[in-house]
């Protein structure tokens, strides 16, 4: 990590694990004897903490989204364990769990659906602080002022407008003040730019990380760029099929990727400098279905280096190199 080794760990999962029933009808839920699971999430081990942003890359349908409403209790684990500052909240209910969803929060992809178009600023960020039944009028209004000014949209500007009025990017900085509204441990931020303007992307970015900093908050940020993980990110794991094939340090894994998948992730990012030279590196296939996991590595089917033990024998994850691990028999 680039600061705070010894921060408390706020959130980790072990071992967790999310399926998905796949039966195509009634009929074939009623009668079928072999009932058919998506295996989106499938033993993911990742710890997430305070003041760090941890990132979690790959391609689409490869279960980072999974992971994250999984996390935040939005899907129902199938098996492992989460833990929240320590004590597990993979089973609890009620009050419980919904006092653990007001400290743990998350900030959808598209900022253009996930904000209730009739809501002006103030009451979308008003919002949860209802729902939860948190203070009268006056400290409502006072902290609905401090998460806009830490997205950096003056209340006093923004606090009567609609969605309809604002950019792309500031509907994305009205999302972030509803979830920092409740003033959160931990923060889900799924694909927070990735609808956004090439040009404003930066800008989101740069504020998770300060805020990370600054209130001491938790982020996972899941992304499908690799490129963008570099700039705000501690440490990143590389999912592949529900499984996080490399894990380590952000500068280790952009710069000595071990795993072939993350090699091929990085070939693809655009070089700005057009005199580079680039070895050309391929990647035949397509990402295999849930519903069909190959035996042994589940990236053999695309994987140039893979052999027989490759395609029968799934590997572990082991750490070749200080505190940077890989799922592969390459090592």
């Given at each position: 990590?680039?600061?705070?080794?010894?921060?408390?760990?706020?959130?980790?999962?072990?071992?967790?694990?999310?399926?998905?029933?796949?039966n195509?009808?009634?009929?074939?839920?009623?009668?079928?004897?072999?009932?058919?699971?998506?295996?989106?999430l499938?033993?993911?081990n990742?710890?997430?903490?305070?003041?760090?942003?941890?990132?979690?890359?790959?391609?689409?349908?490869?279960?980072?989204?999974?992971?994250?409403?999984?996390?935040?209790?939005?899907?129902?684990?199938?098996?492992g364990?989460?833990?929240?500052?320590?004590k597990?909240?993979?089973?609890?209910?009620?009050?419980?769990?919904?006092?653990?969803?007001?400290?743990?929060?998350?900030?959808?992809?598209?900022?253009?659906?996930?904000?209730?178009?009739?809501?002006?600023?103030?009451?979308?960020?008003?919002?949860?602080?209802?729902?939860?039944?948190?203070?009268?009028?006056a400290?409502?209004?006072?902290?609905?002022?401090?998460?806009?000014?830490?997205?950096?949209?003056?209340?006093?500007?923004?606090l009567?407008?609609y969605?309809?009025?604002?950019?792309?990017?500031q509907?994305?900085?009205v999302?972030?003040a509803?979830?920092?509204?409740?003033?959160?441990?931990?923060?889900?931020?799924?694909?927070?730019?990735?609808?956004?303007?090439?040009?404003?992307?930066?800008?989101?970015?740069?504020?998770?990380?300060?805020?990370?900093?600054?209130?001491?908050?938790?982020?996972?940020?899941?992304?499908h760029?690799?490129?963008?993980?570099g700039?705000?990110?501690?440490?990143?794991?590389?999912?592949?099929?529900?499984?996080?094939?490399?894990?380590?340090?952000?500068l280790?894994?952009?710069?000595e990727?071990?795993?072939?998948?993350?090699?091929?992730?990085?070939?693809?990012?655009?070089?700005?400098?057009?005199?580079a030279?680039?070895?050309?590196?391929?990647?035949?296939?397509?990402?295999?279905?849930?519903?069909?996991?190959?035996?042994?590595c589940?990236?053999s089917?695309?994987?140039?280096?893979?052999?027989?033990?490759?395609?029968?024998?799934?590997?572990?994850?082991?750490?070749v190199?200080?505190?940077?691990?890989?799922?592969c028999?390459?090592?």
């Open positions: 990590m680039k600061e705070g080794d010894a921060d408390e760990i706020i959130v980790e999962a072990l071992d967790l694990k999310t399926h998905f029933s796949a195509s009808g009634l009929l074939q839920a009623i009668f079928s004897a072999n009932k058919q699971a998506v295996r989106a499938d033993g993911v990742i710890s997430i903490r305070e003041r760090s942003v941890t990132g979690l890359v790959g391609e689409s349908g490869c279960g980072k989204s999974t992971f994250g409403m999984t996390l935040v209790r939005m899907h129902e684990p199938t098996s364990e989460i833990k929240f500052a320590g597990p909240v993979t089973h609890i209910t009620g009050a419980e769990l919904k006092n653990y969803r007001g400290r743990a929060q998350i900030i959808f992809q598209d900022p253009y659906s996930s904000l209730n178009p009739r809501l002006t600023v103030g009451q979308l960020v008003e919002e949860p602080l209802l729902i939860h039944k948190i203070g009268d009028d400290e409502r209004a006072e902290k609905i002022a401090r998460a806009l000014g830490h997205v950096r949209l003056p209340a006093q500007e923004y009567h407008r969605p309809s009025d604002l950019s792309g990017g509907r994305q900085r999302a972030i509803r979830a920092l509204v409740m003033e959160p441990s931990f923060i889900v931020a799924d694909e927070p730019v990735s609808m956004l303007d090439v040009s404003v992307q930066a800008g989101v970015l740069e504020l998770l990380e300060t805020l990370s900093r600054q209130l001491g908050l938790a982020v996972l940020y899941i992304s760029d690799i490129a963008t993980v700039y705000i990110c501690d440490r990143v794991g590389v999912m592949y099929l529900g499984k996080v094939v490399e894990e380590g340090p952000t280790s894994v952009l710069n990727p071990l795993h072939p998948y993350s090699e091929r992730l990085l070939a693809a990012i655009p070089k700005v400098d057009t005199n030279t680039r070895n050309r590196v391929e990647m035949s296939g397509e990402v295999p279905s849930p519903l069909n996991v190959p035996p042994g589940r990236f089917t695309r994987c140039p280096h893979a052999t027989d033990l490759c395609r029968t024998k799934e590997p572990e994850l082991v750490e190199k200080p505190d940077h691990s890989v799922r028999h390459l090592y």
